[in-house]
């Protein structure tokens, strides 16, 4: 994420939205690229009240409709970024709590 001075998240950018922007700069000789000039300004984020399910489902919808899919999305609180939350993430709570049902049931 992208966060200005009063740590507002303002935009994203990727590693390969970076290497693009180093690799179209250092071709044409050109002063290396500032980061407002390619970052993504739409930001879907989320908050920390935000069940990880329905994150997950979100992703999922997102990954059918959103060209380039984020790997990770800003979790804001009072308009201030306070984390991040990625795919590994989510995949590993889902995990954890299969895991923890498992033993509850057995």
Known sequence: PVVNIHQEVV???TEQ???KALLNS???CDKPTIVNEFMNK???SVFPSDSVVDI???MLDEKLSVHPVPDFYPVIENKKLVGVITRTDILLTIKQNQTLCGQQSS
């Open 11 to 13: 935009g994203s950018i």
């Open 56 to 58: 997950a489902i979100f």
């Open 42 to 44: 739409e930001v879907i």
């Open 17 to 19: 939205d970076c290497l």
């Open 26 to 28: 250092s071709y044409h």
